[in-house]
Nanobody
Framework: QVQLVESGGGLVQAGGSLRLSCAASRLTFSTYFMGWFRQAPGKEREFVAAIHWSTGGTYYADSVLGRFTISKDNAKNTVYLQMNRLKAEDTAVYYC??????????????????WGQGTQVTVSS
């Protein structure tokens, strides 16, 4: 069973930065993607960014492209989300996720089998 533990959320002013971390345990060779999603109150969980665990290829939602960067440290089994130029509309609970075995779906919740507990990011305007 894959376990994911997130950290790094908090309160920041608009225009500021935060870095989220996600420590993963028991990842296997069949996990292709690690992703970040977010969910604001009253809204569905939405894709933010994903990274291919082997190739390092990265993918982003249009709303965060150019502001957020996803990266990984294979030795530490950790994925990061660097968030810059934060906006009030980025306020949400952010979730780390590990892909379903052999799934190539990276931008939908359907492609992920394991989820972290979530970390709150609040951006004040």
């Amino acid at each position: 069973q894959v376990q994911l533990v997130e950290s790094g959320g908090g309160l920041v002013q608009a225009g500021g930065s935060l870095r989220l971390s996600c420590a993963a345990s028991r990842l296997t060779f069949s996990t292709y993607f690690m992703g970040w999603f977010r969910q604001a109150p009253g809204k569905e969980r939405e894709f933010v960014a994903a990274i291919h665990w082997s190739t390092g290829g990265t993918y982003y939602a249009d709303s965060v492209l150019g502001r957020f960067t996803i990266s990984k440290d294979n030795a530490k089994n950790t994925v990061y989300l660097q968030m810059n130029r934060l906006k009030a509309e980025d306020t949400a609970v952010y979730y780390c996720a590990a892909g379903r075995s052999f799934s190539r779906i990276y931008d939908s919740v359907d492609g992920y089998a394991y989820w972290g507990q979530g970390t709150q990011v609040t951006v004040s305007s």
